[in-house]
């Protein structure tokens, strides 16, 4: 099967890069699946996982929101922030989702309501790609 490079890049620096049979991850418009030669397009992300497949593998990769670039040869992924799903300590994504949970509890301005909520679903994204849960 042809293969398509995908890098994924946060502020911090690299975080996968790779030759990959497909990519799927959730775009603000809905669920994509990209392949070689797909179409050239630029979407942004939400929170949620990349699933990268090659050879009967599949590689997650936690994305907080970013870019999606793909070019026939290429996709980009840049993030604000990525962890593939080996590196995430997640008693710190469980202790980052209690956090959360507690501040919505808490919360009296919609603006930290907002705040917290991101946060949940971010803690929430983390450990269900740690546990491949998604």
Avoid: C, W
């Amino acid at each position: 099967m042809k293969t398509i490079k995908v890098s994924v890049v946060t502020p911090d620096g690299p975080v996968y890069d790779a030759e990959v049979e497909m990519v799927s991850t959730k775009a603000k418009s809905g669920e994509l699946g990209i392949m070689a030669g797909h179409i050239p397009m630029v979407a942004p992300l939400q929170i949620g996982s990349v699933r990268l497949k090659n050879e009967g593998r599949t590689d997650l990769i936690a994305v907080n929101g970013g870019f999606l670039e793909v070019r026939p040869d290429v996709v980009t992924i840049l993030a604000q922030t990525a962890e593939r799903a080996e590196t995430i300590d997640l008693a710190r994504a469980q202790a980052a989702k209690a956090r959360a949970e507690q501040r919505l509890q808490d919360s009296t301005d919609a603006v930290d309501a907002k705040r917290a909520e991101l946060a949940l679903k971010r803690a929430v994204n983390r450990i269900n790609i740690a546990e491949r849960n998604f």
